[in-house]
């Protein structure tokens, strides 16, 4: 091609000057009032150049002003995907905030029914290995935190300080082993000591057969043993049974509070009487 080109060059620049001449040529006779017929032969010729010549540039810039708009609103969409993933956070955010007010209110309601000065705390940490259940808050001994305290949430009892540090403090869940409550049953008023099973259960101890327990009852804190104030809820009876050979009832209990999800907490300012 570059060789057919080469050879017949002077050819084809010559025409292609001739081209445009009498392109140029037939536009100018477009203002004329009167033409000969050389004139009217080339308008003629010319015209459906002309006509195409028309139609490309219109289409040329139907196409280039069809792509500046999708740009524009390819553009627009990603402004627009940035603003809703951007009212989605903050949506989050509100719904996250009113949670949170509706935790604390709740542990202020249960503030303004205590006798006992309280703080609130958060928590931070936990630790569910098989054989410790506790949780670590973001209070300690510069808050005024001892060893004992009772730690309570809006639905009940959680459980007792057992280490403090200065910023931060580990709580001993009432769902481990080493836990125990001395507690009463609401309706009945049976006594016993409720302690951690491991896992999410507790159970009564100490309950003689004799005793009116049943499935559904409320079991609360009696008050003795000086740690955690009377009258404060630590769950549900999930099941009784009564052997035939000892003197005390197998009884389950459901904790209140759930300790999987909490979040808040409130730290009960009573160090234990000895």
């Not at 004992?148 to 959680?158: E, F, L, N, Y």
């Not at 009564?204 to 005793?211: G, L, Y």
Request: charged share 25%; proline share 3%.
């Amino acid at each position: 091609m570059l060789e057919l080109f080469r050879k017949y060059r002077f050819h084809i620049m010559a025409a292609a000057a001739l081209l445009v001449a009498l392109l140029f040529y037939s536009l100018n006779l477009r203002t004329k009032e009167r033409l000969n017929f050389f004139e009217k032969t080339v308008l003629n010729v010319f015209s459906p150049v002309q006509r195409g010549a028309t139609w490309f540039g219109r289409l040329t810039g139907s196409v280039w002003d069809d792509y500046i708009y999708l740009v524009d609103i390819r553009k627009e969409n990603k402004e627009l995907r940035e603003t809703i993933k951007a009212l989605n956070t903050r949506i989050l955010n509100n719904q996250e905030a009113i949670a949170a007010n509706e935790r604390y209110k709740g542990l202020l309601n249960l503030k303004g029914t205590l006798r006992i000065p309280s703080i609130a705390a958060s928590v931070i940490g936990e630790d569910s290995s098989p054989w410790f259940r506790t949780l670590v808050i973001d209070r300690g001994r510069s808050d005024g935190l001892d060893e004992g305290m009772p730690v309570i949430a809006s639905a009940g009892i959680v459980g007792r300080v057992v280490n403090v540090a200065a910023n931060s403090s580990r709580v001993l869940l009432l769902t481990d082993n080493a836990s125990a409550i001395a507690a009463v049953i609401q309706r009945s008023r049976a006594r016993g000591v409720v302690k951690g099973k491991g896992g999410h259960l507790c159970v009564m101890e100490f309950t003689t057969k004799d005793e009116d327990v049943k499935v559904g009852d409320v079991v609360v804190s009696s008050g003795m043993g000086g740690v955690f104030p009377k009258e404060l809820p630590i769950g549900e009876v999930a099941m009784v049974k009564k052997g035939e050979y000892g003197i005390f009832q197998t009884i389950e209990i459901r904790p209140s509070v759930n300790l999987s999800r909490l979040e808040e907490v409130l730290v009960l300012m009573q160090r234990q009487m000895q």
